[in-house]
């Protein structure tokens, strides 16, 4: 499943508090560094329009998701990303978010801005609008990593021990949800469903997007703006640790009710992490428990233990097999 576009009267996009400033690609040299808080490395002058986006983008992002800015260094032209075959990369320094953007990417964004100059959007190449669209849904999928409810110690050591394909998923619905309008508001274009629609096919986190958006579905009324909006919200405004308990928690109470049997919704959150990672048994394990849920909630009875004996002996059947990702402390693309 795919997110529908998200409009620039969503009510998932942030609330209208960004600067009174022009489209980028109409801004001054004055008007680019006015505002600027990021450390930026690696830009010339002529980079700094980049740089801009870059911070434009967090700004978006920390609007979006109701918190404050986690980035605090910028590095475009960044050889590494571009050898590790990497958009860009980000992560914590300390509780300080750090974003690296590669070589191609930053060399695509300097040339679509300069031909947003020239050329009408409308005018554009398919493959032209693509690669700017691409580099700018870069720039906001690194965004969502180093974007948190706080930037403690605490709330950055549970990020880095977070589980990877969670993350990556979490941020690429992000992404999805806020592409459209943040190009809307940064540049004034409308990049249009069909550009849209071929970003999303063919991410490079699709299998954990798509898995993660049906698990928060269960939790939601299953519209695409209640997915869209509880993605953001558990990507950015719930702790890192905290995150499978609370998708949990919200299928309990969307199936099961406000006296769902909190075992059953701890075997769900137990249950995510491999249904994610594609491991078998897991989706027969989640139907099993929905279908509980459902039946407690019409007050029919459910023998509790007898239920989570079989499920473990699925889980017996069906061992994981590899241990769960996390991010460690290396750079997310």
Same mark, same amino acid.
């Given at each position: 499943?795919?997110?529908?576009?998200?409009?620039?009267?969503?009510?998932?996009?942030?609330?209208?508090?960004?600067?009174?400033?022009?489209?980028?690609?109409?801004?001054?040299?004055?008007?680019?560094?006015?505002?600027?808080?990021?450390?930026?490395?690696?830009?010339?002058?002529?980079?700094?329009?980049?740089?801009?986006?870059?911070?434009?983008?967090?700004?978006?992002?920390?609007?979006?998701?109701?918190?404050?800015?986690?980035?605090?260094?910028?590095?475009?032209?960044?050889?590494?990303?571009?050898?590790?075959?990497?958009?860009?990369?980000?992560?914590?320094?300390?509780?300080?978010? &750090?974003?690296?953007?590669?070589?191609?990417?930053?060399?695509?964004?300097?040339?679509?801005?300069?031909?947003?100059?020239?050329?009408? &959007?409308?005018? &554009?190449?398919?493959?032209?609008?693509?690669?700017?669209?691409?580099?700018?849904?870069?720039?906001?999928?690194?965004?969502?990593?180093?974007?948190?409810?706080?930037?403690?110690?605490?709330?950055?050591?549970? &990020?880095?021990?977070?589980?990877?394909?969670?993350?990556?998923?979490?941020?690429?619905i992000a992404n999805m949800t806020h592409i459209?309008?943040?190009?809307?508001?940064?540049?004034?274009?409308?990049?249009?469903?069909?550009?849209?629609?071929?970003?999303?096919?063919?991410?490079?986190?699709?299998?954990?997007?798509?898995?993660?958006?049906?698990?928060?579905?269960?939790?939601?009324?299953?519209?695409?703006?209640?997915?869209?909006?509880?993605?953001?919200?558990?990507?950015?405004?719930?702790?890192?640790d905290q995150r499978l308990p609370e998708i949990?928690?919200?299928?309990?109470?969307?199936?099961?009710?406000?006296?769902?049997?909190?075992?059953?919704?701890?075997?769900?959150?137990?249950?995510l992490p491999g249904f994610v990672a594609e491991?078998?048994?897991?989706?027969?394990?989640?139907?099993?428990?929905?279908?509980?849920?459902?039946?407690?909630?019409?007050?029919?009875?459910?023998?509790?233990?007898?239920? @989570?004996?079989?499920?473990?002996?699925?889980?017996?059947?069906?061992?994981?097999?590899?241990?769960?990702?996390?991010?460690?402390?290396?750079? @997310?693309?």
């Amino acid at each position: 499943m795919q997110l529908a576009p998200a409009s620039p009267a969503s009510p998932i996009a942030p609330a209208s508090t960004a600067p009174a400033l022009p489209p980028l690609q109409q801004r001054t040299p004055e008007q680019l560094k006015e505002g600027m808080v990021v450390a930026v490395k690696g830009a010339g002058s002529a980079d700094l329009a980049v740089a801009r986006l870059i911070q434009d983008g967090a700004q978006y992002m920390a609007r979006a998701a109701d918190t404050t800015l986690g980035l605090a260094t910028v590095e475009v032209n960044y050889a590494a990303a571009d050898r590790q075959g990497a958009l860009g990369l980000a992560t914590f320094q300390g509780n300080k978010g &750090w974003f690296a953007l590669s070589q191609r990417s930053t060399k695509g964004l300097l040339e679509g801005i300069d031909r947003l100059r020239t050329t009408k &959007w409308s005018d &554009w190449t398919e493959a032209q609008r693509q690669a700017f669209v691409q580099s700018n849904e870069t720039i906001l999928h690194e965004a969502s990593h180093v974007t948190l409810n706080g930037y403690t110690n605490a709330d950055v050591d549970a &990020w880095h021990g977070a589980n990877r394909d969670f993350e990556e998923g979490l941020a690429e619905i992000a992404n999805m949800t806020h592409i459209r309008p943040f190009m809307q508001e940064e540049f004034g274009v409308d990049i249009g469903d069909a550009t849209d629609r071929i970003s999303q096919s063919v991410s490079a986190y699709t299998r954990f997007t798509e898995r993660i958006e049906r698990m928060i579905g269960m939790g939601t009324d299953g519209s695409a703006a209640a997915i869209a909006a509880a993605g953001s919200r558990i990507g950015d405004k719930v702790p890192a640790d905290q995150r499978l308990p609370e998708i949990a928690t919200a299928i309990g109470l969307a199936l099961g009710g406000p006296t769902a049997p909190p075992a059953l919704v701890a075997e769900i959150a137990k249950t995510l992490p491999g249904f994610v990672a594609e491991q078998n048994g897991t989706r027969t394990k989640l139907m099993e428990i929905q279908a509980a849920l459902v039946d407690h909630a019409a007050g029919r009875p459910v023998d509790v233990p007898a239920l @989570l004996a079989h499920l473990h002996e699925l889980d017996a059947a069906h061992p994981a097999l590899t241990p769960p990702r996390t991010n460690g402390f290396e750079p @997310l693309d």
